[in-house]
């Protein structure tokens, strides 16, 4: 496991944010996840979750535990119950889950928040309606 502390993600929650705001870009958006330490939920057996959307398979990461939270919430869980997961450097997601999933992958950022992200694996081009008016592409 790696260790995190409360600046592990703020370059990605920073990028996230220009992104949003209209002024961040892809490349940095992969730049600061490489640099990043997050929080990828597991299962009770302590695999990491994914889901299966439009046959991509999403890693579901999140930037702390807030984020988290909300994503608990979000798909009917109890704010007072908590989520176990594991920290993951973002440069071993990238490198390891999209190049060994076998299938169309990518990784979602802070799902069930008010500024997801999504980022496939090269190849994959995001649906049209993605990027309209988030910049998210």
């Excluded at 220009?18 to 730049?31: D, I, S, T």
């Excluded at 439009?54 to 109890?78: C, H, K, M, N, Y």
């Excluded at 176990?84 to 450097?89: F, G, P, Q």
């Excluded at 008010?114 to 309209?132: M, Q």
Aim: hydrophobic residues 45%.
């Amino acid at each position: 496991m790696v260790e995190v502390d409360a600046d592990s993600a703020a370059g990605l929650r920073a990028e996230i944010a220009a992104v949003y705001g209209g002024y961040g870009q892809w490349p940095g958006l992969v730049r600061e996840l490489r640099l990043s330490v997050v929080l990828v939920p597991t299962s009770a057996a302590g695999e990491p979750l994914a889901c299966d959307h439009d046959g991509i398979q999403w890693l579901l990461a999140f930037t702390d535990e807030r984020q988290l939270a909300e994503w608990a919430v979000a798909r009917g869980g109890s704010p007072a119950v908590a989520v176990d997961y594991r920290t993951v450097s973002g440069e071993r997601l990238l490198h390891v889950f999209l190049t060994s999933a076998g299938v169309p992958a990518g990784i979602a950022v802070n799902i069930g928040g008010a500024r997801p992200v999504f980022l496939p694996s090269p190849g994959i081009e995001p649906a049209p309606h993605a990027d309209e008016g988030s910049g998210v592409r």
